[in-house]
Every structure is written in structure tokens, then in C-alpha cells.
């Protein structure tokens, strides 16, 4: 049974990520956690020293959010699969934290977030939030839905890549688990900045070819483009349903989503962008 994390701060673009979620899964049988991360400061979950027995305005704000969370399931309820589950979670820490503590509570298969979608200010699309949830989560893939999307079986997924790290089955089981339920393509895009490709990242393609046997996919190559550029255009031009990376080790989060490429995320927000990650052992 698969176990899925829905991260939200009662607005409706959490709201539509959800529902996304729900719509996405909606055959499998599915556990899914609705997180809330609030903070009130002067107070750290984490830290005995600084909580005090009786704190009446502390214990009455988690009562509330308690609240707001249960009506929020019911809510749902009424959206829900036959075979989905609805729990509830909330922590007093800021929502990476608070993601990382489920996570180290219950193992997750994925964490749904929601973004602000396509707005005017390209600064803020990805609100300091989901930029540090998808810097600070590890070993689980993340999948920020923008405000206005709706579910689709996804007909074609984009896999960017630079191909200067070796991926292993592990870091693109979700992927291809995803394409094999939707009968999806993986278009595999790499965008050489200025131009050719090196000794090493010709073996690391042809590994990448052999590990997506079984599964529809092919090779695009763009060349002296910036990386957001040339990720916008491909998927203007093909219409492609979801962007997906793979952070190994923080490498790709820091090269191409910091710096600066989250700064663009504005050009392809009008699909998810699904980042993947090795997933998280238990002992």
C-alpha cells in the first residue's frame, strides 16, 4: 500500500494539490497524510528546555489547527478513492522540518505540495517554502503541483538531465513506476549550454538508456541555451505534461534549481515538477 504525504497551509492552491493527488491515485490503495506546519516561535517542538507544562495559548493554537485539519478530511472524504485512507498530522515547525519528521516517522512513497502557480512576479513563483522544501526533503520524491492544474493521465513526462552524474534503478523507481501505470513516454532532455558531450557523460547516458528498457523513451538534445530556456521551450513546443529531475546528493538541486534555475520555475509552471529522490531506508 502506498503512503503519500499532502503538505498544506489551508489555501486553495494546497486545496488543488491535493485534489490532484487524489485524482492521481485514485485506483491504488493509498494512506495519505494531511500535514499542517505551523511555528510558534519561542517554542520548539524538538526542545524539552523550552516548552512549558500548561501553556495554554500553544496547546489551544495545535487545537485549532487539529480542528481545521479534521474538517479539511472530511471535507475530502467526499473526493476520495474507495481504497484511500485519511490521517491527519500537524507540527509545530517550519514545513521542511515538519516534512522531514514524518518522514523519519513513517516512510512516504511521495509529498504532494501545492505552488502559486503562473503569476505576474516570476521572483515568487515558488514561494521560499517550496524552495526549501524541495532543498531540505531528502530520499523521497516531491511533487509540486501548480494552483491551476488539473489531473491528467500523464502522456508524456520530461526527465531533464545533465548526465554528468550515474543514476541508479533506485533514483528513477518512482519515475518509472509512474510511466508504466500511464502508459507514459520519458523524454529524456539535455541541454548542453555549449554544446557536445563529454567521455563520461556519453557513458552515463548509454547507462541511463539501459535502465529505461521497458519503458517508451527517447533522447532530445538542445544546444547553446541556458538551462531554464531551453527546458521552457521543449515543453511549450511538445506540450508535455510533467517536469522531472533527479536530485543525487543535492547536486542537481544546487546546480540547476538554485542557481538560478528556480528562479524560473515561472516559465513551465503550468505543470507539476516532480523531484526525485533516493528513497528513504528504515532500519
Known sequence: MKKILLATDFSQNAFNA??????????????????HAYKVF??????????????????????????????????????????????????????????NKELRMHKQDLIVIGTQGHTGNKEVIYGSNTINILEEVEKCPVLAVPAHASFKPPAEIVLANSFKVELTPKDLDFLI???????????????A?????????????????????????????????????GIYSFLESRGSDMIAFVNKKHTLVQN????????????????????????LKLK
Not at 491535493?18 to 500535514?35: D, H, N, S
Not at 489547527?65 to 498530522?89: I, R, V, Y
Open 18 to 35: 491535493i485534489t490532484y493527488a487524489l485524482e492521481m491515485f485514485r485506483e491504488e490503495k493509498v494512506i495519505f497524510t494531511i500535514l
Open 42 to 99: 519561542d517554542y520548539h517542538e524538538e526542545s524539552i528546555l523550552s516548552a512549558e507544562p500548561g501553556n495554554e495559548s500553544l496547546d489551544k493554537t495545535k487545537k485549532d489547527l487539529q480542528k481545521k485539519l479534521d474538517d479539511l478530511a472530511e471535507e475530502l472524504n467526499l473526493k476520495t478513492g474507495k481504497e484511500h485512507t485519511l490521517k491527519t498530522s500537524v507540527h509545530n515547525l517550519l514545513p521542511a522540518g515538519a516534512i
Open 177 to 191: 513506476g509512474l510511466a508504466h501505470k500511464y502508459n507514459s513516454s520519458i523524454r529524456i532532455l539535455h541541454i
Open 193 to 229: 549550454e555549449e554544446g557536445g558531450l563529454s567521455r563520461s557523460q556519453k557513458y552515463n547516458r548509454a547507462q541511463l538508456q539501459e535502465k529505461l528498457e521497458g519503458v517508451k523513451h527517447s533522447f532530445h538534445f538542445l544546444e547553446y541555451l541556458s538551462v531554464p530556456m
Open 256 to 279: 540547476l534549481l538554485l542557481q538560478p534555475l528556480y528562479k524560473n520555475l515561472a516559465h513551465f509552471s503550468k505543470v507539476p515538477v516532480l523531484v526525485l529522490h533516493q528513497p
